[in-house]
């Protein structure tokens, strides 16, 4: 490979929530490394060119009042273009978020009145839960099944009818999902989005994991399925997840609908502070360029490999736990109810027996479900692999 998928980064110190304040962190025993397995960033550095824009721009010295260039815009429309499709995208469709979730509320915001239903999917997203339930709106799950091959799908009568008998008129749609790492294929957004049609229902999609579908898996944008789904649905981007930028804060928006996009805007700006960093700007353009599509390209075979690496593994020693091999995301999501079980212990006794062995994993109940862990694999392959022989030896025992 071109770029340096294998070498372990030392984060400590360096701002990381990763790894200078995990969940559980105070039970690891001595003699246990940390392994960051629970929030939602890569333990890779990203490409330079992100570096070598935002250097650039650092050393002219000045860092007044500016206003998104041309280059910025032309570069998400040649991306969206280029990896997911998108034709006739214009800079008039696209507007600065800060962050996904603060884009999520502003949608909310213009399509509902505080105490509305809105629908999602579970497991559930936790800064979805966060933002419905800090905001005043009435969250309407509908869960997702397994079917025969073990594939999490949407169960399309269960979305038809709470649509129906509570009269939801939002939903939010997460494509690729998170937590269970799930892609769509076309033919299932467009039956969604037949529901919704029917019944009349704004789309808020959040596609930030877009760019990070596994193996052959291709991610279908929301917007393209259908007429009413291109002029109902806010969909939401960033360079965030794909190139470890989370903490640059820098999302965006595309709406072709114009009173959407003006409301959006509106909404947007009346707190004052959803206005891009200037250094955030210079990175998506760095991110954006023929160097970052390479080293994406390097990057997904790295995380193809750790999620067939870490589901073979589970499904030969963990008996009892379940999961879907990911199709997208870097987070694997496991049900443990099975292993808890069969071993009389609570999910609680089980998630601290890894964070006392250093395998810092995230508590799947606030996703929704009972028996969940989520587990990060965007690391060096030689720490997920050391992260499941301590599983081996000090968790999932007899």
């Not at 999902?177 to 467009?190: C, D, L, M």
């Amino acid at each position: 490979m071109t770029y340096d998928f294998t070498t372990i980064m030392d984060r400590r110190g360096k701002d990381s929530i990763a790894v200078d304040y995990p969940p559980n962190g105070e039970l690891t025993k001595e003699g246990f490394d940390q392994i960051p397995m629970w929030v939602a960033d890569m333990n890779f550095s990203t490409v330079p060119t992100i570096q070598e824009a935002m250097i650039r721009r650092a050393q002219h010295g000045a860092f007044g009042y500016f206003r998104t260039s041309d280059e910025y815009y032309q570069s998400i429309i040649d991306w969206q273009r280029d990896r997911n499709g998108v034709e006739g995208l214009k800079p008039e469709n696209i507007g600065y978020e800060n962050g996904v979730l603060g884009g999520v509320n502003s949608a909310v915001s213009i399509f509902c009145s505080k105490g509305d239903k809105i629908l999602l999917h579970s497991p559930t997203y936790v800064g979805f839960t966060a933002v419905l339930s800090n905001n005043g709106y009435d969250m309407v799950l509908s869960p997702l099944y397994r079917d025969e091959q073990g594939v999490w799908r949407m169960n399309f009568e269960d979305m038809e009818e709470k649509l129906r008998d509570q009269h939801i008129h939002t939903a939010i749609f997460c494509s690729p999902y998170n937590p269970v790492g799930r892609v769509w294929e076309r033919w299932e957004i467009e039956k969604a989005m037949e529901l919704f049609e029917k019944y009349q229902v704004f789309v808020i999609s959040d596609e930030i994991w877009s760019d990070l579908t596994l193996g052959d898996h291709k991610h279908i944008p929301t917007q393209s399925v259908s007429e009413y789904a291109k002029m109902h649905t806010v969909a939401m981007y960033a360079p965030s997840k794909t190139f470890n930028l989370a903490g640059l804060i820098g999302s965006y928006h595309i709406v072709y609908n114009p009173w959407i996009h003006d409301r959006m805007l509106k909404e947007s700006s009346l707190c004052h502070y959803n206005s891009m960093n200037v250094m955030s700007m210079h990175a998506l353009v760095g991110a954006y360029g023929p160097e970052g599509r390479a080293w994406l390209d390097e990057l997904k075979q790295v995380l193809t490999d750790n999620a067939e690496y870490a589901y073979n593994h589970i499904m030969e020693h963990y008996p009892g736990v379940t999961l879907m091999k990911p199709e997208g995301t870097y987070m694997l999501f496991l049900n443990c109810e099975g292993w808890c079980k069969a071993h009389n212990i609570t999910i609680d006794e089980l998630q601290k027996k890894g964070a006392e062995v250093g395998v810092m994993w995230q508590d799947g109940r606030k996703f929704h479900d009972p028996y969940g862990i989520r587990m990060n694999l965007a690391s060096p392959h030689s720490r997920i692999a050391e992260a499941f022989d301590r599983l081996d030896k000090y968790v999932f025992t007899d």
